[in-house]
């Protein structure tokens, strides 16, 4: 380090880098501020689009003379919801880009049990943590409400009281999610259906499943039903 006295000249050079810096720091939080900004208006225009779609599907129900038209809108329209739930939890303040499955799973029983949906049927969850990367966070979340929607309507005829289990693990590379019920299972469910069954649900589950690379095990649990998925976890990970 020279040893050169502080002239004039240094401290005028250092004054001008202090306020070089100092310009570079107040652009810098300019171009964040706009940054920021534009990610809260993409936010809104999201939500408020599926909020849109969401309003065009209802009032199409409503209009609706078809029953099975009827409740085909209105099935969507809880998919529609699914989604807007993901993209919440993706756009939480402070967090954004992080999505936790097992958080969406206890948000989603928790409102599949509430007052609005059958507080008789028990949520029993074992969820370890599950970081996964933001383009993964719609199909699994879509997923998995097909299958706890699926026992919810289909397990518990007639407001009957039961039981539905949903873990999450790893287990060595894969992910393991697990959805079963002790309802009446797939038979005692279809005789009460009447066989009107539409399946689109199922085909949902199948098509996402594909994409995410799943291997799915639908069986009968006696009682109940149960569907094992597992999936690679190097997939579905969030990117360091
Ligand atoms: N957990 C379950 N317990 C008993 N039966 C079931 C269960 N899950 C599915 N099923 C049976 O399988 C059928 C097909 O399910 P799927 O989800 O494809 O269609 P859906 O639920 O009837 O209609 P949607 O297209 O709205 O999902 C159901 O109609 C039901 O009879
Ligand atoms: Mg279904």
Known sequence: VSQEPRGRGVEDRVAALELAAEARARDLQVALDRQTALLHELDHRVKNNLQLISSLMLMQARRAEDPAVREALVGMQARLAAVGVVHRRLFQEGDIGRFDLADFVRDLTAELSGPAGRPEVVFVCDLAPTLVASAKAAPLALLIN????????????????????????????????????????????????????QRFGLTIVELLGRQLQAHIVREDAHPGVRVTLSLPLEGVREEP
């Open 146 to 197: 097909e299958l706890l929607t699926n026992a919810l309507r289909h397990a518990f005829p007639d407001r009957r009281p039961g039981k539905v289990f949903v873990r999450i693990a790893a287990s060595g590379r894969d992910l393991r999610i697990e959805i079963a019920d002790d309802g009446v299972g797939e038979a005692g469910g279809r005789a009460i259906d009447g066989g009107s069954e």
